[in-house]
């Protein structure tokens, strides 16, 4: 019995309209499993073929290669295209950064849990309440 799984591809590529932003393009049959590990990995959908990764950090060429890795080791065909591949081999150094203290990963981290903030509140799953700067720090209460 043939799998619809068998003529899936996925390219990865840089999205035109925002220079760090990375598009997953489906070929083949997606299906909701498809669509649930790229979701998984930050992808969110522009139609039925398209998603696409944006965040607030511009580290998705990172994100997108630990997507890749994940897919492949689902035994997907995944493709990287060379623009992107570029900009994933690029360490770059964030210019007056405040934790000069932290290593790459572990800012990496920091600004991981900033962008699930972020998608909460996007998506309607946070509301902030109130927020106050006390000389250092801003909080912020929400629910």
């Known amino acids: 019995m043939p799998h619809p799984e068998a ?14 932003a990375v598009t997953a393009t489906i070929t083949g049959t997606p299906t909701r499993t498809i669509h649930a ?8 959908p522009l139609d039925e073929q398209t998603m696409v990764m944006a965040r607030i950090d511009r580290e998705e060429p990172h994100y997108a290669e630990q997507a890749a890795l ?7 065909t995944v493709d990287i295209t060379p623009g992107l591949r570029d900009e ?3 360490e770059w150094t964030w210019a007056n950064y405040p934790t000069p ?17 972020y998608d909460d509140i996007r998506h309607g ?3 902030i309440h109130a927020h ?6 801003t909080v912020a209460v929400g629910t």
């Open 7 to 20: 003529d899936l591809h996925i390219r990865l590529d840089l999205y035109e309209e925002r220079s760090s």
């Open 37 to 44: 590990l790229l979701a998984i990995h930050g992808f969110e």
């Open 70 to 76: 994940a897919l492949r080791a689902e035994n997907l």
């Open 88 to 90: 994933i081999d690029t």
């Open 101 to 117: 203290w932290c290593s790459r990963e572990e800012i990496r981290e920091v600004s991981n849990d900033a962008q699930k903030i």
């Open 125 to 127: 799953r946070l509301t």
């Open 132 to 137: 106050a700067h006390d000389g250092w720090t």
